[in-house]
């Protein structure tokens, strides 16, 4: 049962996060890094971010996002720059971006038996900000079903189990994501 559950987490994660994740972003989805002179990381970081920000809500059809998906490698660095206060160099704090979740996501490797499934992540040094609220449904058909059926006795198979789900996902990647390169 636990194997089932973590396997069918598995999936999810990657049926809602590689569309993200493997979107080929051009120009109008893309943030480069911020390369302001004398200034720290995390202060280039935010910056980064607030022109991520006015990107999205400049855009056309507009994409106010507020969920960060980016690697675990990168959190201290995005926690840092939008965490806490940062000032520029007049002592001014600068302003906060709306963000209500950040989802750090590296991927994982499921080995059954002989096979190994690896599901891939956000890659270090980028991250991606998430409009979810209108372009972004998922259609669930069922969910997680587990049958258990024709046992073989001659085997010793008390029952074969099967695990099935039928569920799709509609994203509009291009409409609600924006791709963020952070500074190094």
């Given at each position: 049962?636990?194997?089932?559950?973590?396997a069918?987490?598995?999936?999810?994660?990657?049926?809602?996060?590689?569309a993200?994740?493997?979107?080929?972003?051009?120009?109008?989805?893309?943030?480069?890094a911020?390369?302001?002179?004398?200034?720290?990381?995390a202060?280039k970081?935010l910056?980064?971010?607030?022109a991520?920000?006015k990107?999205?809500?400049?855009?056309?059809?507009?994409?106010?996002?507020?969920?960060?998906l980016?690697?675990e490698?990168d959190?201290?660095?995005?926690?840092e720059?939008?965490l806490?206060?940062?000032?520029?160099a007049?002592g001014?704090?600068l302003?906060r971006?709306?963000?209500?979740?950040?989802?750090?996501?590296?991927?994982?490797?499921v080995n059954?038996?002989?096979?190994?499934?690896?599901?891939?992540g956000v890659?270090?040094g980028?991250a991606?900000?998430?409009?979810?609220?209108?372009?972004m449904l998922?259609?669930?058909?069922h969910?997680?079903?587990?049958?258990a059926?024709?046992?073989?006795?001659?085997?010793?198979?008390e029952?074969?189990v099967?695990?099935?789900?039928r569920?799709?996902?509609?994203?509009?990647?291009a409409?609600?994501v924006?791709e963020v390169?952070?500074?190094?």
């Amino acid at each position: 049962n636990q194997a089932f559950g973590r396997a069918y987490n598995y999936f999810l994660n990657h049926a809602h996060l590689s569309a993200i994740t493997t979107y080929s972003y051009t120009g109008a989805n893309q943030t480069p890094a911020d390369a302001t002179a004398s200034t720290t990381r995390a202060e280039k970081t935010l910056r980064t971010f607030q022109a991520a920000y006015k990107e999205g809500v400049n855009a056309s059809p507009q994409r106010t996002w507020s969920v960060i998906l980016a690697s675990e490698s990168d959190r201290f660095q995005i926690e840092e720059a939008l965490l806490q206060p940062i000032r520029d160099a007049q002592g001014n704090q600068l302003p906060r971006v709306p963000v209500d979740t950040i989802i750090y996501y590296d991927g994982a490797t499921v080995n059954m038996n002989t096979e190994t499934y690896a599901y891939a992540g956000v890659t270090a040094g980028k991250a991606y900000c998430i409009f979810p609220k209108q372009k972004m449904l998922e259609f669930v058909h069922h969910d997680l079903r587990i049958d258990a059926d024709r046992p073989d006795i001659s085997r010793l198979i008390e029952a074969q189990v099967v695990g099935r789900t039928r569920r799709g996902l509609y994203a509009a990647i291009a409409e609600s994501v924006e791709e963020v390169t952070l500074p190094a």
